[in-house]
């Protein structure tokens, strides 16, 4: 059975630019959700979909946007990038629908750099 | 608030050591689940265990053991005997139960270095 997939796995951007990224998770999951690593703020919740609905939402700009498909594909943009955005975006994929007891399945994430 | 702390940045040990890694977390919440994940070099989270919070069980799985408890809202994690390839990041997070606060609530991790 094949893990979740994140495509790029490494991306060098200029400021101003935007980027997308893809994340397929596990066959049969139908939650995906995004979360951003950075040394300093560690692991922070960005946006969650399930069945092509945005779920829940962290605390980030307007500028990160994102959205599920229906074979639960998942893109996240961030547009107008700063050099703060450099981070491992790390996608996560779960069975679950409205229960919260089971466990998030992690890609290898996609390293940013914004120069 | 939700939050998770794990107070110990970064952990040397030498091979075979027994090493314990802390988590404490606060919530409100009755009804919430708790996980430990590993981060390796290569950069994806590997989940390692769930605790429900009704379920004060510890459980142990090889070399790793999970302490889970509700008085002390801590929920701390073995490593016996530990081995070099032990060595990676590892994260204690929270998950609410309720039916829109799904995102997980992360530590900033701890660090393990396993030495030969």
């Known amino acids: 059975k094949a893990g979740v997939t994140q495509t790029p796995r490494y991306l060098i951007k200029t400021r101003g630019q935007q980027v997308t990224l893809s994340c397929s998770p596990i066959s049969g999951h139908r939650s995906v959700s995004w979360y951003q690593q950075t040394p300093g703020q560690g692991l922070q919740f960005l946006f969650e979909y399930f069945s092509e609905t945005q779920r829940n939402k962290g605390n980030f700009p307007g500028r990160f946007s994102g959205r599920q498909f229906s074979n639960s594909r998942s893109e996240m943009n961030v547009s107008t990038l700063e050099l703060g955005d450099s981070a491992l975006y790390l996608c996560?994929?779960?069975?679950?629908?409205?229960?919260?007891?089971?466990?998030?399945?992690f890609g290898q994430g996609t390293r940013l750099t914004v120069v | 608030a939700q939050k998770v702390t794990q107070a110990q940045t970064e952990i040397s040990v030498v091979e075979k050591e027994d090493v314990t890694l802390d988590c404490v977390y606060e919530?409100?919440?009755?009804?919430?689940?708790l996980f430990w994940y590993k981060q390796p070099p290569s950069g994806e989270l590997v989940f390692l265990i769930r605790r429900n919070s009704f379920d004060e069980q510890n459980e142990i799985s090889g070399r790793y053991s999970w302490n889970f408890q509700k008085s002390t809202s801590s929920f701390n994690f073995t490593i016996t005997a530990s081995q070099v390839v032990d060595s990676a990041v590892y994260f204690c997070a929270l998950r609410a139960h309720a039916g829109n606060n799904r995102k997980l609530i992360w530590g900033l991790g701890t660090s393990l270095a396993v030495n030969p």
């Open positions: 996560a994929s779960s069975t679950s629908g409205t229960g919260t007891n089971t466990e998030a399945f």
């Open positions: 919530t409100r919440d009755t009804t919430y689940y």
